[in-house]
């Protein structure tokens, strides 16, 4: 794990070999361009950030967090930047952060899906809850991981050391390190951003395809809705 100041301006490029990603701390001091074709996650921890797209300008207030699809601009702020470069995503945003996260996670940890992928295998934005007096079992994650203490206190294990994690610690946890996270009498909040899933939507399988019948029958998974349909996908 390496951990990084959230005040001073930083990049890192090529932090994940099969899903390319890029970390951005602009420390308050500098904006972030984010190219066509590339699409921006991130929270904001301390101030305002503003967002210029095509034009236009959105405020984000401290305390949200956002996915930004390029051509954009993000103004100086303290926060979080992670871009997944060569992907196209949706713009979203939203916060605050609930406390507790909606999903059961590993050793009594909870989380939320923030930002969903909109198809199996993209990116997505995560929430961590990790509660008082946890010493979480050691593990991996096959795609790099980069997050953001928002609030608490704690330290993650690896093999190689022990990392103090306190409110506005920036951190990344490369493909396939071994790590646990551990707190005393405070919990750790944190925004984990992924440059990949195995979850989401597929064009077999999705809320409205799902919920579709014809004669009492789902056209999730059909023979008849694959052949006929998803081979004449965007000719209509």
Not at 189 to 214: C, K, L, Q
Request: glycine share 10%; charged share 20%; net charge negative.
């Amino acid at each position: 794990m390496e951990i990084f100041d959230i005040m001073q301006p930083l990049s890192r490029y090529d932090l994940d070999v099969n899903f390319s990603s890029t970390l951005h701390i602009s420390g308050g001091q500098h904006t972030i361009h984010v190219e066509e074709n590339n699409t921006a996650y991130g929270f904001v921890h301390q101030g305002d950030l503003t967002v210029s797209i095509n034009g236009t300008s959105q405020q984000l207030r401290e305390g949200m967090y956002f996915s930004i699809p390029g051509p954009a601009e993000l103004s100086p702020f303290v926060g979080l930047i992670c871009i997944r470069n060569g992907y196209k995503g949706f713009l979203s945003f939203g916060g605050p952060v609930e406390r507790l996260g909606r999903l059961k996670y590993i050793d009594g940890c909870s989380d939320s899906l923030l930002i969903s992928p909109p198809l199996k295998g993209d990116p997505c934005l995560n929430y961590l809850y990790v509660p008082p007096r946890l010493n979480q079992t050691a593990h991996t994650h096959p795609s790099v991981r980069i997050g953001i203490v928002i609030e608490g206190a704690g330290y993650c294990l690896t093999e190689k050391s022990k990392t103090d994690l306190i409110a506005g610690g920036i951190f990344l946890l490369p493909t396939d390190e071994i790590h646990s996270f551990h707190t005393d009498d405070t919990p750790l909040r944190i925004m984990v951003y992924h440059p990949d899933s195995d979850f989401g939507p597929t064009h077999e399988a999705h809320p409205m395809i799902n919920r579709t019948w014809v004669d009492g029958i789902s056209l999730a998974g059909e023979n008849r809705y694959r052949t006929r349909q998803i081979n004449e996908f965007g000719t209509e």
